[in-house]
């Protein structure tokens, strides 16, 4: 009989998550009732006892603002070694307003309260208003012996553990959002998912490289599951009226938050910190020589070519190959190859690149470096204590491997100078591959488990990467990531793994980048072309203007993605793409600055800004680079594809009638045309295009009114960290602008209907010119 795995599925690298399943038939234990044992300034703390008799302590915390942390703890469960990955909001001053009964109590703060029922025990969350914003759903069975919805309690697991897990009711129609990278959709509405980070061997599957165990709601309430364990997720799944959220750990430590989904994103911010900046040269457009073998002369010669052509990019990216073919783990050149890797530097330097060069963590057997480090006990171990080696590549790329234990001071240490060595040659930033390979059953030197450290790993091996850098270079500590956890957004940026080259893994790329946004990840990009295979001339055109439109632009793949190898025509558009790219520049770099003081998404989903209106939750193939550019890709062959717009007027970039919403539009682009449509009302910043965004201040600056309505506001961000702010003020045909900018400031008008208005800068008297199209 033939296997139902997938042949994907049976590389080990995969690495599952441990199965949960239960000790013995009906194991789930639900917690029945509770007493309090104590009242302080900000909370509660109930002795509950489970329906076989287990003791465990409740708590109840009310943090300042729009959270409130729960967890749960079992008496009779040891504590391991555990990581806390969410900083404990500051409670000083914090008071909460306590109500008393008989059957419970309710805990009220100014954004949010809490009702505890003793028996049957039960915890709601409350809105503002004092209504009931997440009932606890009751512990039911469908027509089976299992039940519909997990209760609030715990499970003994066959392996020993014990699972704690919760369920709430899920309204016939609300959405689920977030979870990290999610490629089968941007509603989890109806999925099951596990918070396990895994090698997603594509993007077309329910795996992910990055998750992240935070679930946003359109009702207005996220919740924030503290763990590194496999936190999984039933979504209206086993049950339509109910969600429930299983986490296999010693605790259950939920983080509950309140409002919209910008409040509740700026919550998960000051939780798990903010996201790091990239660089404004990071904005510009790298390119790869893809992943095949590579040169010095090689990349030479693509430097030449890309300035040659004037086509914009900031970065090059030299893969897997800057390395001895089989010793893709060193972190030290390909001499033969490369033979003068400072020389190198320099004269890509010169033509104003920066290097990023790829890495992992994983050492082959067959490098000279892995009989040191398995002397040393600097790999992760199995049970009984011999190192890990397996296949960790897919397609047997590379000999077996063994797992550097980055718990390990000596092996962190090591790992760290191989990453120095590798930028004092004159890289800027490292693409920090891999990470998702420890498998559950391994033992690091901390004592931690593999089911406990994998989904930390990626965050102690980008952790590592990001001091070097930070050392080194001087600069920022970005690195160029694939698997990420909570608080992995302080890495900076991550792309959204190996794609096919076809229509279907560009949408599913754009939804699970999507799916970061909405997870605290305001910086992602993706393999511009698709990673696997070679795109055909429409299909790298379309992807590249998406690309081009993404917080952050790679082209990379399997084989070339030099735009000039497509055909004129398709380079031509690409070319007008990454000018596109440039002239917004200060607008997306003005965004993104804004996305991290605040956590609002850089690539803004629909739902993000419009939680309330039904249509903009199908709307998931599309989104509004920073408030005002909708960008809507186009996924499938013969450019057309229905758009929803949201409320007011959009105007095409190049000029043309508006379109009115909140509507969905059938649209038509030709090949040589982006998706991108601007908000009326908007006051856009945008820049002459360079071939290099830089690290030096915008020499030029257009302020371009989109239809002028009463009053716009725009913000000029720069290299030197301040926030230039603009407003302008449309007062019977007169404009008028205020602004400190340094730089020599030019006005336009885009789809202003008559003449142009007069203009006064500053009260000095200014031109204006009138346009119907975003000048370029």
Known sequence: MASSLHPRDRFPFIAPPPPLTPAYPGATDPVVTGSVTRIHGNGAALTVRTAAGRAGELRVRIGDGNLMRVTLRMADVSAGPRTALVHEPDRAGVRCGVTWSEHGLVL?????????????????????????????????????????????????????????????????????????????????RGQRIDCWIQDAMGCTGTRSYAAVPYL????????????????????????????????????????LITGDPGRCLAAYRD????????????????????????????????????????????????????QPNGSWSDMRWDTGSFPD???????????????????????????????EVERAGWFLRTAAGDTWVDQVWGGGYHPPCALLDLTHPGAAAWFTGRVREALASGAAVLKTDFGEAIPADAVAHNGMTGDRLH????????????????????????????????????????????????????????????????????????????????????????????????????????????????????????????????????YVYAAAADAVRTGEPLARPMPYDHPDRPDAHTADLQYLLGPDLLVAPLYAPGGRRQVWFPPGEWLPYTGGAPRTGPAWHCVELPLSTCPLWLRA????????????????????????????????????????????????????????????????????????????????????????????????
């Open 271 to 322: 939780l798990t910190g903010p996201a790091l900046c990239p660089p404004k040269w990071a904005f510009g457009p790298w390119i790869s020589g893809g992943f095949q073998p590579d040169s010095a002369d090689a990349v030479r010669e693509r430097a030449r070519r890309i300035r040659d052509r004037g086509f914009p990019c900031d970065v090059l990216h030299i893969d897997a190959y800057w």
């Open 108 to 188: 009220r703060a100014a954004a949010l309260g809490v009702r505890i029922r003793y028996a049957p025990f039960a915890v709601d969350l409350l809105d503002a208003e004092g209504e009931v914003l997440l009932r606890q759903a009751p512990y039911t069975t469908g027509s089976s012996s299992a039940p519909a919805a997990l209760p609030l309690g715990v499970t003994p697991l066959a392996d020993g553990r014990l699972a704690h897990h919760a369920s709430w009711s899920a309204d016939p129609d609300e959405h689920f959002y977030g979870l990290g990278e999610r490629f089968t959709g941007l509603d989890l």
């Open 455 to 586: 989904n930390l790993y990626p965050l102690l091996y980008n952790d590592l990467v990001a001091d070097a850098t930070r050392e080194v270079t001087g600069g920022s500590g970005l690195t160029w990531g694939r698997s990420s956890w909570t608080g992995g957004q302080r890495h900076g940026a991550k792309w959204t793994g190996d794609p096919d080259s076809d229509w279907p893994d560009l949408a599913a790329t754009l939804r699970a980048g999507l799916s970061l946004s909405l997870s605290g990840h305001p910086f992602w990009s993706h393999d511009i072309g698709g990673f696997h295979g070679t795109p055909s001339p429409e299909l790298f055109v379309r992807w590249a203007q998406f690309g081009l439109l993404s917080p952050l632009s790679r082209f990379h793949g399997i084989t070339s993605r030099l735009p000039w190898e497509f055909g004129e025509s398709a380079y031509a558009a690409v070319l007008h793409a990454a000018r596109l790219r440039m002239s917004l520049l200060p």
């Open 681 to 776: 009302g908007s006051l856009l910043l945008t820049t002459t295009p360079a071939d290099r965004a830089g690290s030096t201040p915008f020499e030029d600056i257009t302020a371009t009114w989109v239809r002028p309505l009463d009053t716009a506001h725009a913000t000029l961000h720069d290299t030197d960290a301040t926030h230039t702010p603009l407003t302008a003020r449309l007062t019977d045909g007169h404009l008028t602008l205020t602004t400190t900018a340094g730089p020599r400031l030019r006005i336009a008008v885009l789809g202003h209907p008559g003449p142009p208005p007069t203009a006064d800068l500053n009260g000095v008297p200014a031109a204006v010119t009138s346009t119907d199209r975003l000048d370029l």
């Open 341 to 371: 890797p400072g020389l190198l530097h320099q004269d890509l330097a010169r033509q104003g690149f920066r290097v990023s060069l790829w890495m992992n963590p994983y050492i082959g057997t067959g490098s000279p470096y892995y009989a």
């Open 216 to 255: 946003l709601s359109s009702r207005g309430y996220a919740l924030l599951v503290d763990t590194t364990t496999a936190a999984a997720f039933d979504l209206a799944h086993t049950s339509t009226a109910a969600w429930s959220v299983t986490v296999p750990d010693e605790v259950l430590d939920l983080y």
